[in-house]
T-cell receptor, first 114, second 111 residues
Framework: DTGVSQDPRHKITKRGQNVTFRCDPISEHNRLYWYRQTLGQGPEFLTYFQNEAQLEKSRLLSDRFSAERPKGSFSTLEIQRTEQGDSAMYLC????????????FGPGTRLTVT | DAKTTQPPSMDCAEGRAANLPCNHSTISGNEYVYWYRQIHSQGPQYIIHGLKNNETNEMASLIITEDRKSSTLILPHATLRDTAVYYCIVRVVFGNEKLTFGTGTRLTIIP
């Protein structure tokens, strides 16, 4: 257990539905990252926050995706109008701040879109 | 961030040293070499990192060549729990600091 938690661990949804995932980072960590991992591939960067500010979004993050970190603590990732291609593991990681070397990953949320 | 090249899979006998190579021939002077691993169905776990000197911690040793174009992660006494996918990543420190994962090396420890 790294101290980063994600909820839910598994989510099955029908195409077209909206889903929201939550990540609770280690409490003193002010940077939070979201990654997506499909089968057989390494994780791919989606977006990151420095406190409550979203500083970068990957081109992978289409308009259907939105992430927030309202008080600089937990973060949510919402996918609207889910598609089968959204099926993946969504990973959250946190780190103490700029220059820190280690990202601590949560266990991930596995999304299956049917 | 520079790209890395790793063998797709390796086997190692339990109790022996596992040596995992990584090529990063386009690494820049301000980029560090990081190793993470991912055990099945878990999030990635940090192992070790280095700039140009060899590094050792309780989990592993990292050997970086003098020209910094390649490195080797060494697990000195592999156990069955070391079976995982190992990712070699080069990354700048300061800035975005996102991790760019490749497909890694699937290491299987054989009993």
């Amino acid at each position: 257990d790294t101290g980063v938690s994600q909820d839910p661990r598994h989510k099955i949804t029908k195409r077209g539905q909206n889903v929201t995932f939550r990540c609770d980072p280690i409490s003193e960590h002010n940077r939070l990252y979201w990654y997506r991992q499909t089968l057989g591939q390494g994780p791919e960067f989606l977006t990151y926050f420095q406190n409550e500010a979203q500083l970068e979004k990957s081109r992978l993050l289409s308009d259907r995706f939105s992430a927030e970190r309202p008080k600089g603590s937990f973060s949510t990732l919402e996918i609207q109008r889910t598609e089968q291609g959204d099926s993946a593991m969504y990973l959250c990681a946190s780190t103490l701040g700029q220059g820190s070397y280690e990202q601590y990953f949560g266990p991930g949320t596995r999304l299956t879109v049917t | 961030d520079a790209k890395t090249t790793q063998p797709p899979s390796m086997d190692c006998a339990e109790g022996r040293a596992a040596n995992l190579p990584c090529n990063h021939s386009t690494i820049s002077g301000n980029e560090y070499v990081y190793w993470y691993r991912q055990i099945h169905s878990q999030g990635p776990q940090y192992i070790i990192h280095g700039l140009k000197n060899n590094e050792t911690n309780e989990m592993a040793s990292l050997i970086i060549t003098e020209d910094r174009k390649s490195s080797t992660l060494i697990l000195p006494h592999a156990t069955l729990r070391d079976t995982a996918v190992y990712y070699c990543i080069v990354r700048v420190v300061f800035g975005n600091e996102k991790l760019t994962f490749g497909t890694g090396t699937r290491l299987t420890i054989i009993p």
